[in-house]
């Protein structure tokens, strides 16, 4: 029994993954049960609000819980408002920080605010949003303990990350043990019948099937999803890395970033990040790019907003001054302080870290303004007035449009 293309799309693994008609051992089998019983499968994904942005390596899983929805079945998105006071310690060295309850709620709430442009949150039955401190804030100790009963050190310890720390001597906090204990009893909580997770989430996947086998629940299939490369086409994207592409950057920022993506990284990117299909892409390596960045920035902020970023962006490339319609992200020069040089007013608008990396940029060939190259860091501008509605941009997927 074959699985359906949407959902195969972009699969990196699924387990179990029998070819059997047994619902337990084969996610089609489950579907055709699911389809001949009218009843929808509970597909859960859970995201811990640590930060306050989502980007396009996160965006993969809601593209596949989306796919599910329009199928007819139940988006469960888990906020992990109680798990991320602990910290996934997925991929992590050390011991994460623990942040307090109001952080995450504040990140809860601009995650969800992303979110509507990925997922159905209109139609009835498709989406749960649940917080899984609704189930977790309440264990007992007597269910804590319950739980620790169902996992041995042992197996903790065969966890990668576990094991590294383990290896070179680094602590591992008692608490971090609890981590995959409490994401797969969120399965049990929901009853979830798949989970969706990265490729480094099998661990916790995978005990969130024990524990549901331990409550007598029907084991969940845990479906994996490759890990999204960063704009610079080799590292999993991380703000921490910096080459992420946010689901809240203007479009003009998000194509002009997808465009220069290495080649190798085109293909993934459109597979994993749109419903094109690779092969209709054009076979000039160019071009390639070109179609991709459109199809992705038109997937998060539609094809006219995309289109006109395309457009926006080779006027900027050229050299070209930006028209006033140009889709460019505004900066307000309310609090530079003028007379401003040139370093100095690159640092005050963001788009350097500081002043001496603005100089580096400006002496290295890398700032225009309106589409003219800035070579001087210690030019002065006199006046807000002087620059108001130009473009300053740094290198050729950064631009902020003055606002006096």
Same mark, same amino acid.
């Given at each position: 029994m074959a699985l359906p293309r949407?959902?195969? !799309?972009?699969?990196? *693994?699924?387990?179990p993954a029998g070819e059997t008609d047994d619902a337990d051992q084969s996610l089609a089998a489950r579907l055709?049960?699911?389809?001949?019983?009218?009843?929808?499968?509970?597909?859960?994904?859970?995201? *811990?609000?640590?930060?306050s942005d989502i980007h396009l390596g996160h965006s993969i899983m809601f593209r596949k819980l989306r796919a599910f929805q329009d199928a007819g079945h139940t988006a469960v998105l888990i906020v992990g408002d109680f798990t991320a006071r602990i910290g996934d310690p997925t991929g992590q060295s050390a011991t994460r920080v623990q942040l307090d309850g109001k952080a995450v709620e504040a990140n809860a709430r601009t995650y969800l605010d992303q979110l509507r442009s990925l997922l159905d949150f209109d139609t009835? &039955? =498709?989406?749960?949003?649940? !917080?899984?401190?609704?189930?977790?804030? *309440?264990?007992d100790l007597p269910r804590l303990i319950d739980l620790l009963g169902t996992a041995t050190v042992g197996q903790m310890l065969a966890k990668d990350d576990f094991s590294s720390r383990h290896g070179d001597g680094k602590p591992i906090a008692?608490?971090?043990?609890?981590?995959?204990?409490?994401? $797969?009893? *969120? /399965? #049990?909580a929901v009853n979830a019948d798949v989970e969706l997770g990265g490729t480094d989430q099998t661990f916790n996947i995978a005990m969130g099937r024990d524990l549901q086998r331990h409550f007598r629940q029907r084991?969940?299939?845990?479906?994996?999803?490759?890990?999204?490369?960063?704009?610079? &086409?080799? =590292?999993?994207? %991380?703000? /921490?890395?910096?080459?992420?592409? $946010?689901?809240?950057?203007?479009?003009?920022i998000t194509y002009s970033k997808l465009e220069k993506?290495?080649?190798?990284?085109?293909?993934?990117? #459109?597979?994993?990040?749109t419903d094109l299909d690779p092969a209709d892409l054009p076979r000039d390596p160019r071009q390639k790019q070109r179609a991709m960045a459109l199809a992705v920035t038109a997937s998060l902020h539609?094809?006219?907003?995309?289109? !006109?970023?395309?457009?926006?962006?080779?006027?900027?490339? %050229?050299?070209?001054?930006?028209?006033?319609?140009?889709?460019?992200?505004?900066?307000?020069?309310?609090?530079?302080?003028?007379?401003?040089?040139a370093f100095y007013l690159l640092s005050a608008v963001g788009l350097c870290g500081s002043s001496s990396d603005a100089s580096r940029q400006i002496r290295g060939g890398a700032v225009r303004l309106d589409g003219d190259k800035l070579t001087d860091p210690h030019q002065c501008f006199t006046?807000?007035?002087?620059?108001? $509605? !130009?473009?300053?941009?740094? &290198?050729?997927?950064?631009?902020?449009r003055l606002l006096a």
């Open positions: 949407w959902l195969e !799309r972009g699969m990196a *693994d699924l387990f055709a049960e699911a389809e001949a019983a009218a009843r929808p499968l509970r597909v859960k994904f859970g995201i *811990d609000p640590t930060g009835p &039955g =498709r989406l749960e949003v649940r !917080r899984n401190s609704d189930w977790l804030a *309440d264990l008692l608490h971090e043990f609890l981590y995959p204990l409490l994401q $797969g009893y *969120d /399965s #049990v084991p969940q299939f845990g479906l994996l999803l490759p890990i999204l490369p960063g704009t610079d &086409g080799v =590292r999993k994207m %991380s703000k /921490s890395l910096g080459n992420t592409v $946010g689901l809240r950057e203007a479009p003009l993506l290495p080649d190798a990284a085109v293909v993934p990117y #459109v597979t994993l990040l539609g094809a006219e907003a995309a289109h !006109r970023a395309q457009a926006d962006a080779a006027t900027l490339v %050229s050299g070209a001054s930006a028209t006033e319609s140009a889709a460019v992200p505004a900066a307000s020069l309310a609090t530079v302080n003028f007379p401003a040089k006046a807000a007035a002087d620059l108001d $509605g !130009r473009v300053l941009q740094l &290198g050729k997927t950064k631009f902020l």
